[in-house]
């Protein structure tokens, strides 16, 4: 359990709080502050998929959906039911999931080599790949599991370099540093 503090023209209030904050952004819109942006844990980019039978079968489901809910609801309950105790079991033994010195010596020097300001990502990156562990049911973290939450830990944490001089790619360091170790 968390604290959150709430101050305003001299007045602070402090509260137990568990939450968690997602942000969504048109990134057309403008960029925000590398500050802000080390806020976010973990950042997904969103796009369009662009398979044909991917999207006629996005559409198929969301004409079943509309047309009655209950219906879409007992089609998928199976699967849903069976995402939701992984999950349920993933939360339960995560603390359990250990996380060896070589693994944080990894997400380190992925931290380094894509020029990382401060710590944060660091111990993101520990976090989401001791989670992805636990949802796997492996009882230590290994490099697969870094290498699955790598780009959703660092992408918006890399500085972008002016004028097309180049810089770390995230992709090609996030696979030769995963490759390496």
């Known amino acids: 359990m968390g604290v959150n503090t709430v ?3 001299g007045v602070s209030v402090s509260h137990p709080s568990r939450f968690i904050l997602v942000g969504t952004m048109n990134p057309e819109e403008g ?3 590398p500050q802000l942006l080390d806020r976010f844990g973990l950042c997904v980019d969103v796009e369009g998929i662009r398979d044909l039978d991917q ?3 996005i559409v198929e489901k969301r004409a079943v959906w ?3 809910p209950n219906l879409f609801y007992q089609q998928h309950a199976e699967s849903e039911q069976s995402v939701r105790g992984q999950i349920a079991e993933a939360i339960a033994t995560v603390p359990e999931v250990t996380l ?3 693994i944080l010596r990894l997400i380190a020097q ?3 080599a894509l020029e990382v300001d401060g710590h944060r990502s660091d111990l993101v990156c520990a976090r989401a790949a001791q989670a992805k562990a636990a949802y796997d049911s492996a009882d230590e973290v290994g490099i697969d599991h870094v290498g699955d939450v790598a780009e959703m830990v660092f992408a918006h944490r890399v500085h972008s370099v002016p004028f097309g001089k180049g810089g ?5 360091v996030i696979s030769r540093m995963v490759g390496q170790a």
Not at 168 to 172: A, V
């Open 110 to 112: 992925i931290s380094i």
């Open 168 to 172: 770390p790619n995230l992709g090609e």
């Open 55 to 57: 999207r006629v079968a």
């Open 66 to 68: 509309e047309d009655d």
């Open 7 to 9: 101050e305003r023209e």
């Open 31 to 33: 960029e925000l502050r």
């Open 100 to 102: 060896p010195r070589e």
